[in-house]
Nanobody, 122 residues
Framework: QVQLVESGGGLVQAGGSLTLSCTAS????????IGWFRQAPGKEREGISF????????YYEDSVRGRFSISRDNARNTGYLQMNSLKPEDTAVYYC???????????????WGQGTQVSVSS
């Protein structure tokens, strides 16, 4: 089956770091955009970052720019989100997704991971 499997979530203290991984099976990520999204309690799902397929251009929302770093390893069919200087307001369920368009709008993504919880304590 075509699917994305996420890992790497957990509980960390403010200022700490986590790396999320997103591995595809059943299809290749090489020519697709990889996006990361999060949904905090009581809030809408928001796109926070993406990385392009061809030129590996990256984009970050203001809330995470300078703290998070997105990357990909096409040979491993995997995308990553390195999260540094974590804040309590980063607490959310994080989702990876893949699709054909470089955007943070979730409607353009075709395949989604199952979500992984990231909790940041004070």
């Amino acid at each position: 089956q075509v699917q994305l499997v996420e890992s790497g979530g957990g509980l960390v203290q403010a200022g700490g770091s986590l790396t999320l991984s997103c591995t595809a099976s059943g299809y290749s990520l090489a020519n697709l955009v990889i996006g990361w999204f999060r949904q905090a309690p009581g809030k809408e799902r928001e796109g926070i970052s993406f990385i392009n397929n061809g030129d590996h251009h990256t984009y970050y929302e203001d809330s995470v720019r300078g703290r998070f770093s997105i990357s990909r390893d096409n040979a491993r069919n995997t995308g990553y989100l390195q999260m540094n200087s974590l804040k309590p307001e980063d607490t959310a369920v994080y989702y990876c997704a893949t699709g054909p368009v470089a955007t943070v709008l979730p409607a353009y993504y075709r395949t989604w991971g199952q979500g992984t919880q990231v909790s940041v304590s004070s």
